[in-house]
């Protein structure tokens, strides 16, 4: 796209935004791109569990400072080695008008079971246990340390609004990933907002639930409009020019002209999202050799690109697992040497280079494209040509579910804030009862790091769990079983007349049912 061409766009769509009717206190959002779908177990993805925070509500959530704060759950106890219960929330209705009860709960655990991203959380979960209306018992096979950290993922369903069929027969239950379903189409949860319209790609508009439970909350908005704006200048542009209230991600290139600005604050906040490549050895026989994986690895900047793509707006990664996760190994560092990288895939028997094909999203992560262009001219140094194909996340995601390119960008927050979440996801052998594996786009499998996942997911001594989490960090390392490039940071700007630096976390799920706007 030429300049010119980008400035008209630009122009245009700031336009359409100023010349828009708004009701009072009206927010409006600009994010890089929307929910790929309404529906809250299709797609584990940051975009999903977002509109998640806004319509619905969980068991419990994640405050800033990483504790657990009460939501539809009002207070759990455990009350034995496998059994944490629950009292739940009473007096609180779905946007159908039906009543929450524990029944809901239930039904939405054993929809979550059914669910390819979703279930994989949830493998230790064996069961919810109706106690009565109000209580419930949420049971596991075996002792498991991250009980709370995982009920910030059960969102509660309105189990008599998805059940049922459709005029054509379909049943409103199910699970359909990238497809059109009832649930992808259709919301009741118990969540400060209600979505009144949508059009994908184009915008969400969320009301007031005025029959919301959380009557302490100072939330005053009335309604948001979220609007996906993927150019990073286009998008600070309409932050800056007043067009728009809060965005994100704020790119690094702006983050001192967005912290300059009269009447708009930049909030910034450490992230631990990793961003990594998977090398499918399922297409290339070359990756099943672990030397060609380590080569890779040699060959990518990975400081290069925090120092000049990110411009510093990023942590240089070797593992998975950030500082202060109990995983994290600080003697695994990043292993740049182009010199060892050509003599690798010499050894390996691959000198004169080979051919592949790699994909990227080009709205999802900060710089996304720009990060896939800067590996693939890396790999061009080692005799590796790359066929990069870059496109917005509601093209790539499907494209990433069929493995489509020999390598492929992913990027993962930890669910459960945990360092087992990531190889549970990312690099555990694939297996589709279980769910672990479900974003292993690379094929790599080793039992011997599954069973350490395993081992560490049983283990309640601390001390224990991280010498197995750091133990598998560098069996990863050793096996170069993917690419870590960074740990992403988190930027916001929003205008300086709202609490918007209350409502955001490092799990960038801002809570803005919570949302304060000021005269």
């Known amino acids: 796209m030429s300049k010119f061409t980008m400035g008209v766009a630009a122009a245009a769509l700031i336009a359409s935004l100023s010349s ?6 009206t927010v409006r959002v600009a994010y890089d791109a929307d929910p790929v779908s309404m529906d809250p177990y299709e797609q584990l993805s940051g975009g999903t569990l977002q509109l998640n925070h806004m319509v619905f509500d969980p068991l419990v959530r994640w405050t800033q400072d990483l504790q657990f704060e009460a939501r539809l759950a009002e207070s759990w106890e455990q009350i034995d080695a496998t059994t944490m219960r629950f009292t739940l929330r009473k007096g609180v209705k779905f946007h159908s008008g039906n009543d929450f009860t524990a029944k809901d709960i239930d039904w939405t655990f054993d929809r979550i079971k059914e669910s390819d991203d979703f279930k994989g959380i949830f493998s230790p979960f064996t069961d919810v246990e109706v106690v009565d209306d109000y209580t419930i018992d949420l049971k596991t096979a075996e002792p498991f340390p991250l009980v709370l950290h995982t009920a910030t993922y059960l969102f509660a369903m309105d189990s008599a609004f998805y059940t049922g069929t459709t005029d054509d027969g379909k049943n409103k239950a199910e699970i359909v990933k990238h497809g059109d379903s009832f649930a992808s189409r259709n919301m009741s949860g118990t969540g400060p907002f209600t979505v009144t319209e949508r059009e994908q ?7 007031r639930n005025d029959s919301y439970w959380d009557t302490a909350s100072k939330g005053n908005v009335d309604e948001i409009i979220l609007t996906p704006i993927k150019e990073d200048p286009t998008r600070v542009a ?38 990594t490549f998977q090398m499918n050895q399922d297409r290339v026989d070359a990756f099943k050799d672990a030397r060609v994986r380590q080569a890779i690895d040699y060959a990518v900047n990975n400081a290069g690109i925090v120092d000049r793509i990110m411009r510093g707006f990023g942590t240089v990664a070797a593992q998975a697992s950030p500082a ?10 990043p292993r740049y040497d182009v010199e060892k990288a050509k003599a690798l895939m010499a050894e390996a028997g691959y000198a004169d280079g080979l051919s ?3 994909m990227a999203p080009n709205n999802r992560y900060v710089n996304d494209d720009r990060i896939a262009q800067a590996v693939a001219s890396m790999l061009s140094q080692i005799g590796i040509t790359v066929d990069l194909q870059t496109m917005p996340k509601a093209q790539y995601w499907p494209k990433f579910d069929e493995r489509a390119a020999d390598m492929m960008m992913i990027g993962w927050h930890a669910d459960t804030e945990d360092s087992a979440n990531f190889h549970q996801f990312l690099s ?3 297996d589709a009862d279980s769910g672990n594996g479900q974003y292993n786009s690379g094929a790599f499998c080793s039992p011997e790091a599954d069973a350490l996942m395993d081992a560490s997911n ?62």
């Open 20 to 25: 828009a009717a708004y009701a009072d206190n």
């Open 201 to 207: 790609g184009v915008k969400v508009v969320f009301d």
């Open 238 to 275: 309409a932050l800056l020019s007043g067009d728009v209230d809060f965005i994100a991600p704020v790119p690094p290139t702006d983050l001192a002209r967005v912290e300059g600005a009269d009447g708009v604050n930049l909030i910034t906040m450490p992230g631990t999202r990793i961003i």
């Open 324 to 333: 202060g996760y109990l995983g994290h190994d600080p003697s695994l560092t």
């Open 356 to 358: 592949i094909t790699m």
């Open 428 to 430: 555990a052998c694939q």
């Open 458 to 519: 049983t283990e309640t001594d601390i001390a224990k769990r991280a010498e197995a989490l750091q133990k598998l960090e560098g069996m990863l390392y050793a096996e170069s079983a993917f690419i870590p490039l960074h740990w992403q940071n988190l930027a916001w700007g929003a205008k300086d007349n709202m609490n918007a630096g209350e409502i955001v976390n490092a799990l960038n799920f801002p809570y803005f049912g919570d949302l304060v706007v000021s005269e």
